[in-house]
């Protein structure tokens, strides 16, 4: 049984996006991709994670819109997902399930259910209370920068012309047993790929999957997995304060897709991406943002997959 707090959590979820089995409760639509992950001698230094060992490894990468509406168009402004799963020696995986936006909304489990309270949509108008939403604002001003991204990021082009961050921090354990503490970048080999707002609202709905589909049969698509490292005194449990651009960053590797992928999330198939399934060589900080989401997204797949 779910404790009261993950259950919550996804309660206000489906609240303004509804409740649609078989999808998952945000991130409902998207597209799932095979690739391999070949990391780099950096990565092998900074930590034992048998993912950076250097050899090649097989991956999934599933790109999303952020929105619980599993037939929302492409073009709708929204937060867009990557979802990686490395699969290691020894038949386990380890996840990275990052986000377009540099930072999230809140720093709390509770103040996002807060949040999310205030900005769901009145149900007379389809649009949420201004007043309501600016009231959270003023007294949650860490909240202002994630709104900002998310009003003032261009529409992507595409999945493949994206730039994703982890957001939460994590721990690199290195072969020594000293740690660093690093931010996940998943950079675009090719750059950013934009197209202005009307442009993306006059695309057909599925244009992101097609898009990506008509790609991968020209050639991969690659991106450049990148950890931003934490000086003295960077938070290291707040999702909602970005670091110093200045800060040392090192490639980690690089993530080849290859394809879309159709041998996973067929008949009873669950797939699941989840942040804090981390091996040997990471570990995780006291975020209590990240450390809320396997709850959550629990209670999701139990409510996706029920009858
Ligand atoms: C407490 C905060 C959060 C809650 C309650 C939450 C909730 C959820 C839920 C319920 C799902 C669906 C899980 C499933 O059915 O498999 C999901 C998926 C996802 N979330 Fe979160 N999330 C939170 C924070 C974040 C953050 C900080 C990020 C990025 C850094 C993020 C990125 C994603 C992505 C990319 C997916 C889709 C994964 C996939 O493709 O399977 N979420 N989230």
Not at 102 to 112: K, M, N
Not at 147 to 156: D, L, M
Request: hydrophobic letters at 40%.
């Amino acid at each position: 049984m779910a404790d009261e707090l993950s259950q919550r959590l996804v309660d206000v979820i489906n609240a303004t996006y509804g409740s649609h089995t078989g999808h998952r409760a945000v991130h409902a639509k998207g597209v799932l991709c095979s690739g391999t992950f070949t990391a780099t001698g950096s990565a092998s230094a900074l930590s034992r994670a048998p993912h950076f060992a250097g050899g090649p490894v097989r991956a999934h990468v599933r790109f999303s819109n952020g929105s619980g509406v599993p037939t929302i168009p492409d073009g709708t402004r929204d937060a867009r997902g990557m979802a990686v799963k490395f699969y290691l020696p020894g038949g386990k995986t380890t996840d990275i399930v990052a986000l377009s936006l540099p930072v999230f909304f809140t720093r709390t489990p509770e103040d996002l259910l807060a949040f999310n309270e205030a900005r769901r949509p009145d149900p007379a108008t389809g649009q949420p209370d201004i007043e309501k939403v600016g009231a959270f604002l003023a007294e949650h001003p860490e909240t202002v920068p994630a709104v900002t991204a998310a009003i003032s990021h261009p529409a992507p082009a595409s999945y493949a012309g994206i730039t994703y961050h982890s957001i939460h921090a994590f721990g690199f354990v290195a072969a020594d047993d000293s740690v660093r503490y690093g931010r996940y970048h998943l950079v675009p080999e090719g750059g950013d790929e934009t197209i202005t707002e009307e442009e993306a609202a006059a695309k057909p709905p599925d244009y992101l999957r097609e898009e990506l589909d008509a790609r991968l049969q020209r050639g991969p698509a690659a991106f450049h997995l990148e950890a931003q490292l934490a000086a003295d005194g960077d938070p290291l449990d707040d999702p909602t304060a970005e670091w110093p651009p200045e800060r040392e960053v090192v490639g980690l590797g690089r993530l080849e897709i290859t394809a879309l992928a159709f041998d996973r999330e067929q008949g009873d198939d669950i797939l699941v991406f989840d942040p804090t399934r981390v091996p040997d060589g990471i570990i995780l900080t006291d975020d209590k943002i990240l450390l809320a989401r396997p709850g959550a997204y629990s209670v999701s797949v139990a409510r996706r997959t029920r009858s």
